[in-house]
């Protein structure tokens, strides 16, 4: 998690820093897509990360004789790489796309950083797939992680509530409030850009520029927090 964080604050820094503080305005086509690659590729690989931890949670909670059995070391190493080569992969195929798109357009980006919901509108070129496959990924990587990061807890709570003694089930469900606060935090912001973006058209273009910092910003800001106050 926290590699993913500073991961995302170092991508999208430079940039945003180049604008706010040297009033750099312009960046090369090829840097743009590599940040924009960069930064969906750990937006995804964070949503793994924080479906990983649920799992771990879960375990903890429901089988805790067989924890350690359950997760070795090398069962850790593969889920890891796994969460790790799914957003590699899977964010590929429309950055590629953009690689053979013409841009013909307005080449003014509407944030400090490259996103590939902002990029892609400048190409002047049929782009109904970077349209379409998006929305079929962010359906099967950020909501189908929340749903079942929801469904853990509901297992988690319902072992909790079998627990006789309040002191136990207080210390059993105090286990997960770090990981609640960072999934609470990661996925409002998440619902609040796409929110944004699919239905904020008429919206000001401040709240746009807004909920793309806090999106990419304010989880990284907080998750350090969260963990320090909790240990």
Known sequence: LAGTDLGITLTTMPTVMGVLLLNQREI???????????????????????????????????TPLRYNSILTNSHV???GLGILMRGVVSI???IL??????????????????????VMKLACADITFNR?????????????DALIILFSYILILKTVMDIASAEEQAKA??????????????????IGLTFIHRFGKHASHVIHITMS????????FMNPIIYSMKT
């Open 28 to 62: 090369a086509q090829g840097a743009c897509f590599t940040q924009s690659y960069f930064i969906h590729t750990l937006a995804i690989v964070e949503s793994g990360v924080l479906l990983a931890m649920a799992y771990d949670r879960f375990i903890a909670i429901r």
């Open 77 to 79: 190493m593969k889920v």
């Open 92 to 94: 590929l195929p429309p």
């Open 97 to 118: 796309k953009l690689l053979w798109f013409p841009h013909c357009r307005s080449h003014v980006l509407s944030h400090a950083f490259c996103l590939h919901q902002d």
């Open 132 to 144: 379409v496959y998006p929305v079929i990924l962010v359906a099967l990587t950020f909501f189908l």
């Open 173 to 190: 469900l105090n286990t997960c409030v770090s990981h609640i606060s960072c999934v609470l935090v990661f996925y409002i912001t998440v």
């Open 213 to 220: 910092y806090v999106h990419f910003l304010f989880p990284p």
